[in-house]
């Protein structure tokens, strides 16, 4: 016995080494599929053709609206810290240079 190699499994005779065969997989019934159409929901051809004509038109409206917000909260997270916000000595161009 070698003391450098890990213990081998003792061979088994008599025992057939394939793996028994698998059933084969049920099949599932595919679900019907129902198109439900909401009146209140849908668009006539004139809504819908409006919307596509307008499609680009409407996509600048609402950039500019969101920008338009994202500016007011800007401004106003600015104001924040120039009021509440210790002051930067660092980015004042009339430093004190004696106190260095």
Known sequence: MDLDQPPRAPALEGINSELPALAPAKTRKKKN????????????????????????????????????????????????????APPSMCKCSVFPRSHL
């Open 33 to 84: 599929v129902r198109l439900l159409l909401d009146p209140r929901t849908e668009l006539t051809n004139d809504e819908l053709r409006n919307a596509r004509d307008n499609y680009v038109a409407n996509q600048i409206r609402l950039r500019r609206e969101a920008e338009r917000e994202q500016a007011k909260k800007d401004a106003m997270e600015q104001a924040r810290n120039l009021i509440f």
